[in-house]
């Protein structure tokens, strides 16, 4: 069985900056893709910040400039930096590995979600 733990969320004032963490375990043999997600009530699920297989990212217009995804495949591991933050980056985070393969499976994993709170 595939978990995916997060870290790293909590109070931080406008300007200020958080680094998120997400480290998967279990019988893992691959990993797609990985990304980090956020949502707050009453709204969608939405795209942060995305890195392929082969390293390349994409990020939300809104965090472009802000905000770094990258991993550790060492450790199966995906990290946010979020820098400069604003007010409107208030949400829960959510990390995602897509399509890890195991010996059993081939499925999609997310975290259990992290409260990122900003204070203006």
Do not use: H
């Amino acid at each position: 069985q595939v978990q995916l733990v997060e870290s790293g969320g909590g109070v931080v004032q406008a300007g200020g900056s958080l680094r998120l963490s997400c480290e998967a375990s279990g019988n893992i043999l691959s990993i797609s893709a990985r990304g980090w997600y956020r949502q707050v009530p009453g709204k969608q699920r939405e795209l942060v910040a995305r890195v392929s297989g082969l390293g390349r990212t994409n990020y939300a217009d809104s965090v472009k400039g802000r905000f770094t995804i990258s991993r550790d495949d060492t450790k199966n591991t995906v990290y946010l930096q979020m820098d400069s933050l604003k007010s409107e980056d208030t949400a829960v985070y959510y990390c995602q590995f897509e399509r890890v393969r195991t010996i059993v499976a081939i499925r999609d994993y997310w975290g259990q979600g992290t409260q990122v709170t900003v204070s203006s």
